[in-house]
T-cell receptor, first 114, second 115 residues
Framework: GDSVTQMEGPVTLSEEAFLTINCTYTATGYPSLFWYVQYPGEGLQLLLKATKADDKGSNKGFEATYRKETTSFHLEKGSVQVSDSAVYFCALSDRRDSSYKLIFGSGTRLLVRP | GAVVSQHPSRVICKSGTSVKIECRSLDFQATTMFWYRQFPKQSLMLMATSNEGSKATYEQGVEKDKFLINHASLTLSTLTVTSAHPEDSSFYIC???????????FGNGTRLTVT
């Protein structure tokens, strides 16, 4: 079945450092890809998404490009802030599934130090 | 923006008892709700998909008689963990959307501890 693999955390960075969180997927169809963020004590929030190959999702300085050839959707940010500390989840949704349910990766905890 | 309210946020119960978790969409009608379970340092595992007025669709390996899901209205879905055991201790998260392609909104989760 469909699955998502993302790098294990925690990832610890200093403020203003460059961030990359790797995400690869396995899908039989043509999925939509998502990054969700979970801040401490809160629910998951959609960070960005891409629905087809070569699309780039972006939000709040974060970017991810849908790479069909490498089945990847890596999350990047040029300069992280302390407020970016959270758990980040990569996810996919198979558009052939009428429920559009999300399949999540294991999550990567990011800790940004001042 | 759309809000999904999940209650309670934390519950402790004794082994053998049942626990009900509520998930409400506060400002939209949720035609579809999803229930996830999250183990420590692990991914969110989809347990079931529920559509208003119909039976829930459970994922493989999820006991439907143990995890009862009711989606009786367009704003409320409940998950009841029946005859809970310590291995049911986990973080349960609901999510909801108002139509097939709409964004998915998540509740803040319920931490269940079974003693």
């Amino acid at each position: 079945g469909d699955s998502v693999t993302q790098m294990e955390g925690p990832v610890t960075l200093s403020e203003e450092a460059f961030l990359t969180i790797n995400c690869t997927y396995t899908a039989t169809g043509y999925p939509s890809l998502f990054w969700y963020v979970q801040y401490p004590g809160e629910g998951l929030q959609l960070l960005l998404k891409a629905t087809k190959a070569d699309d780039k999702g972006s939000n709040k300085g974060f970017e991810a490009t849908y790479r069909k050839e490498t089945t990847s959707f890596h999350l990047e940010k040029g300069s992280v802030q302390v407020s970016d500390s959270a758990v980040y989840f990569c996810a996919l949704s198979d558009r052939r599934d009428s429920s559009y349910k999300l399949i999540f990766g294991s999550g990567t905890r990011l800790l940004v130090r001042p | 923006g759309a809000v999904v309210s999940q209650h309670p946020s934390r519950v402790i119960c004794k082994s053998g008892t049942s626990v009900k978790i509520e998930c409400r969409s506060l400002d939209f009608q949720a035609t579809t709700m999803f229930w996830y379970r999250q183990f420590p340092k692990q991914s969110l595992m989809l347990m079931a998909t529920s559509n208003e007025g119909s039976k829930a669709t459970y994922e493989q390996g999820v006991e439907k008689d143990k995890f009862l899901i009711n989606h009786a209205s367009l704003t409320l879905s409940t998950l009841t963990v029946t005859s809970a055991h310590p291995e049911d201790s986990s973080f349960y998260i609901c999510s909801a959307r108002d139509s097939g392609l709409a964004p998915l909104h998540f509740g803040n989760g319920t931490r269940l501890t079974v003693t």
